[in-house]
Structure formats: C-alpha cells, structure tokens
C-alpha cells in the first residue's frame, strides 16, 4: 500500500500536531494525530489512494434513511428544473432516489466498481474526481470528508461551485459519537478505521469549515421514515434537539 505523509492539518492548515494513538489494520500500522491549533484529529499517514475499487460483482443497493433525508431536503427547498451535484457518490442511492424528480442530477464517483454499478442501474455517473468548473443548485457530500486527504479544499471547490442561493449538504461520521464512548467494540469497528477512514470530525471541524469559505451550517432533522426504522428514533430526537452525539447531518444556504 502506498503511503503518504500530512504535513498540515487538512482543517486549519496548521503544521503542528500530536500524536494521539496507532491503529493496526489492513496489515499496516496507521498514526493517528491533533493538531495543536484547531484539535481536529486525523491519520498522519494515509493511503496515497482511499478510493474502494471493490469488484462490481460483490455490490448492491444500500439504501440508508439519509439518502431519503438528503431528497427530501433538497425537494424542500429546490424548484423544478434546478440542478443537483453530488461529490463522492458512490453507487448512486440519492441519483436513483431522485430519478423521478423534476430536477437534474449528477454524481462524481472514481472509484471503479461503485460507479460502474450506478451506471448499470441508470443513476448519471461520471467516473472521475470533482475538481469543479459544473456549477449546481445544490451539492452533496455524504460520507466523503473522511476518506479524503484535503477535506477543506473539497469544501471550498464546492462551494465555489454552488449558484447563488444554493444548497450545500455535508454529512460525516462524528469523532465523539456516544456509541464510540460507550462501546469499545463499536470504536474499534466504525471509528478508528484507516485507511477507510483518515479524517475524524467534531461539530467544531464542521463548522470551521464551513466559515473558512464563507457558509455557516445548519442542523437538519433525521427524522424516521416509517416504524420500522426504530433504530433511528434516538438519533432523530437528538438531531432534532440541536444535539451532536451521532453523526454530523449538516447544510448552508449559499
């Protein structure tokens, strides 16, 4: 595996940082850091690639309650005919969610077998890196900023690519999730996972993201759709309170 070494902070850029613990996984040993400005933690040593290039053949649909969050997000605040970008789409599930809407969508995803599914099932893909230059009405990056080796500078092509009045949407896991203090097991199998995972965000990562290019965040809810998403009950009732103890589900208005 391929490895390269962070010499900056991908939040705050600063190049001073703590070594916060190693982690074993994938037969390598990952370090994983602080930085001493903004306390943003991350792993000092990722992969040069994070992409999944899983084989096509091992993929299916994984349709989760957000992917029906994110549409109804965007149809509540979107007219007909705007156009949605997602960064990072991976197979496709909000694409396909929205096939029927009066919107226009389009996902980057370069990892190979994903987006090649995607594309099988109809969802407009293109296989390659967002590097800006599409402008959209609205922009989703769901579950992208921790695999990722400048996760700020993602946010700001995006946002340099949202039209005025436009939506931008940021969901990521939550380095001080309530299931990683109280569930070892859970750390260790969601939390500390590099090379999947390079970048762990508090609600103070997020936020000083957002501010660095000019947006301020907004929770919004992640309400169950239907009795059987119990599970979700106390992640709804939390993010619907103001509390960040999940993940982070987050948006701005350009």
């Not at 005919?81 to 599930?93: H, K, M, P, Q």
């Not at 996972?193 to 290019?213: C, E, G, Q, T």
Request: include cysteine; hydrophobic fraction near 40%; charged fraction near 20%.
């Amino acid at each position: 595996m391929e490895r390269t070494e962070r010499d900056h902070c991908p939040v705050c850029e600063h190049v001073s940082f703590t070594t916060s613990l190693s982690v074993h996984r994938a037969a390598e040993d990952f370090h994983i850091v602080t930085c001493t400005a903004c306390g943003h933690v991350f792993v000092a040593d990722p992969p040069a690639d994070t992409a999944n290039h899983i084989d096509i053949n091992r993929i299916d649909w994984a349709f989760r309650p957000r992917h029906h969050q994110i549409r109804r997000l965007i149809l509540s605040q979107l007219k007909p005919g705007a156009s949605v970008l997602e960064i990072g789409c991976g197979r496709g599930e909000v694409g396909y969610l929205m096939r029927n809407d009066p919107l226009t969508y389009v996902g980057y995803e370069p990892a190979r077998g994903l987006s090649d599914f995607g594309i099988r099932e109809g969802v407009p893909i293109l296989r390659q890196v967002y590097q800006g230059g599409r402008r959209a009405d609205a922009i989703v990056i769901d579950n992208v900023l921790e695999h990722v080796a400048e996760p700020r500078k993602l946010v700001e092509i995006a946002a340099g690519s949202l039209n005025p009045g436009g939506l931008m949407i940021v969901i990521t896991p939550n380095v001080h999730d309530i299931r990683a203090v109280l569930s070892r097991s859970w750390r260790n199998r969601h939390l500390w996972i590099p090379p999947d995972h390079i970048n762990f965000f508090s609600a103070k990562d997020i936020n000083l993201i957002f501010r660095s290019v000019g947006l301020n965040s907004r929770r919004f809810r992640f309400s169950p759709l239907r009795l059987s998403d119990y599970r979700f009950f106390p992640r709804a009732i939390a993010e619907t309170m103001g509390l960040s103890i999940f993940g982070h589900n987050v948006y701005a208005i350009g």
